[in-house]
């Protein structure tokens, strides 16, 4: 029993022996490998090319630069096209020193069994690293968005159309476009390692045609809608789509072209989509009457508009109806004021009133100021809201109904769409003047115009354009305020009064101030086709450039509401002649 225990302590002491002496056979080398390398790059390691194994970092810095030189030129290739990418254009730039840290910790990551495994590879292994690069990332993407919009060769996507009476498939060709993400790859290797070969251009094959069996089932798609339509209206508006346009909405692979039905609908939308429109009323004597209705405000319900006009597609391609129609499905907004409120806004009385005087304007302006005004007369504005001249107005162009007059753009005087509205916005200035409403936004002319002085001192003007100047002020009284414009184009005066309730407030202006007075320059004469050759017509008057201030000053029971200066700062004019150009009388 006792020399059975001592064999078996025999041969573990024999094992421990043998097991260690092991351990330390593999594990000596193994440990002395790794003091060689303390501090230094372990071996066979090289940096684009560059042996800097064994080195310690400071060596391999000085070998990297004594060493690298980054390519010059970059080229690349694609069939008949070639691309130089001159390296210099996107600053490129080695970081040394972060390669030579990457090196160095490609087997210091802290994960004792990783970096084990690289030391043993590292004794019979070669491994090569790139360079840190640093480039202008925005003008490399300038360039391969270059040379994507050289590349590129679009698809033609099938289509169904309509050729006289036949329906006719298109069955779309295959294009193709670049691949960035490998390209910038490949440059990425190149750039790192510094390699100068070619790189050829990486290219996506993009098809979308039909195939034969393809191309007659969507022939057979398109002739269902053959010889018909979806009719759509909305209050006076229609909306016509023929067999043509319903072929565009049509995917020959079944089901509908997005983007085509969007069209329709941004189309539908954009004509019938407005505001709530509150009623606009004329005053007489003690009451209000109506004469533009209440509008409710619309904006097309899309979603229901689609499924709606999905729907009537599948019904008329399943069924012989020629014609299909549906109500167009919006979403309303009921205005501020209806229309059976028309006594009940507080209208009791003149708050406030302009005018001016517009002698010697040509046809088409006195034309323009009787549109503007009209445009303008009748609007209510509520209490508590801004007044926006631009807004109310509108566009101001051929297309609404406006003549061309005498505008001032650019520091000239010439003829444009609309010339005279400045002569509504500087009679509806002067009534909120009178009524002491607070002006949230004004602007002078460029110069003294002879129109706005007729029956003023100057200073009492105010221009707009659209966006921007605009003419703005704020209803802070109790009640609706009433805008009535009165135009008599024969007597050249418009008038604006402004009706609502009183609330004790009383308005000043002071007499303008004239400083910084410069004289004006000599005279213009410009051609006009309007008037006879031969003829000729002062339209303007010479005018001193100036700084024109008034105060303006609001005072209810005692309390001072507003108390501001108005300054325009107006350059000197000329005096402005017409000078016939068009057939003698």
Request: proline share 5%; with cysteine.
């Amino acid at each position: 029993m006792t020399s059975a225990i001592s064999f078996k302590k025999k041969r573990t002491r024999y094992l421990t022996i043998v097991l260690s002496s092991l351990i330390i056979l593999i594990l000596g080398p193994f440990l002395i490998y790794n003091i060689r390398y303390v501090g230094r790059i372990y071996p066979n390691t090289y940096i684009a090319g560059i042996k800097v194994g064994g080195k310690i970092p400071k060596d391999a810095v000085t070998i990297l630069s004594q060493n690298i030189s980054p390519p010059e030129k970059i080229k690349l290739t694609e069939q008949a096209q070639s691309f130089e990418l001159i390296t210099r254009d996107i600053d490129l730039n080695y970081d040394i020193s972060a390669s030579v840290d990457r090196a160095y910790n490609l087997t210091r990551t802290d994960n004792f069994i990783l970096d084990t495994i690289q030391k043993i590879r590292l004794v019979t292994e070669k491994q090569n690293i790139g360079l840190a690069t640093n480039i202008d990332e925005e003008k490399l993407e300038k360039f391969t968005s270059m040379v994507k919009r050289q590349v590129t060769v679009n698809p033609v996507y099938p289509s169904i159309e309509k050729k006289g009476e036949i329906v006719q498939v298109n069955k779309g060709l295959p294009g193709s476009e670049l691949d960035i993400k490998i390209l910038r790859a490949n440059l990425g290797r190149n750039l790192s390692y510094i390699r100068s070969d070619d790189i050829p251009i990486p290219l996506i094959m993009v098809d979308y045609s039909l195939d034969d069996k393809e191309t007659v089932k969507a022939k057979e798609i398109g002739e269902k809608y053959l010889g018909k339509s979806i009719n759509l209206g909305f209050e006076s508006q229609k909306f016509n789509y023929k067999d043509g346009d319903l072929f565009k909405l049509i995917n020959p692979r079944g089901g509908y072209n997005k983007e085509e039905l969007d069209k329709i609908v941004f189309d539908i939308a954009s004509n019938i989509n407005r505001d709530p429109q509150n009623p606009k009323f004329e005053f007489n004597g003690s009451k209000v009457t109506e004469f533009l209705p209440a509008l409710d405000g619309i904006i097309l319900d899309s979603q229901k508009f689609n499924d709606l006009f999905k729907g009537t597609l599948d019904k008329i391609a399943s069924t012989d109806e020629k014609i299909a129609t549906f109500e167009i499905p919006v979403l309303r907004t009921s205005p501020d004021v209806s229309t059976d409120e028309v006594n009940t806004l507080g209208i009791k009385e003149l708050i406030g009133r302009g005018e001016s005087t517009y002698y010697h304007s040509i046809p088409g302006r006195v034309f323009n100021v009787n549109l503007a005004a009209s445009k303008i007369n009748g609007t209510l504005v509520k209490p508590g809201d801004i007044f926006s001249f631009n807004q109310n107005i509108g566009d101001i162009s051929k297309i609404t109904g406006y003549k061309e007059a005498y505008i001032i753009e650019n520091g000239r005087t010439i003829l444009g769409d609309g010339g005279g509205v400045c002569q509504v916005s500087t009679t509806l200035f002067r009534s909120v003047l009178n009524a002491g409403l607070p002006i949230l936004e004004r602007a002078a002319h460029a110069y003294r115009v002879s129109y706005y002085e007729q029956n003023s001192p100057p200073g009492f003007d105010a221009t707009v354009y659209s966006p921007s100047p605009d003419f703005k002020f704020k209803n802070d009284t109790p009640g609706y305020i009433l805008i009535q414009a009165k135009n008599n184009s024969k007597k050249y005066s418009l008038v604006f009064e402004l009706y609502g309730v009183s609330d004790g407030r009383v308005a000043t202006t002071s007499k303008p101030t004239i400083t910084n007075v410069t004289p004006a320059p000599e005279d213009l004469y410009q051609d006009d086709p309007t008037l006879p050759a031969g003829q000729t017509k002062q339209i303007d008057y010479a005018a001193r450039g100036a700084k024109v201030t008034f105060s303006y000053k609001v005072v209810r029971n005692g309390e001072i509401l507003t108390d501001k200066n108005f300054v325009s700062n107006y350059k000197p004019w000329q005096a402005i002649y017409l000078r016939g150009t068009g057939p003698a009388i």
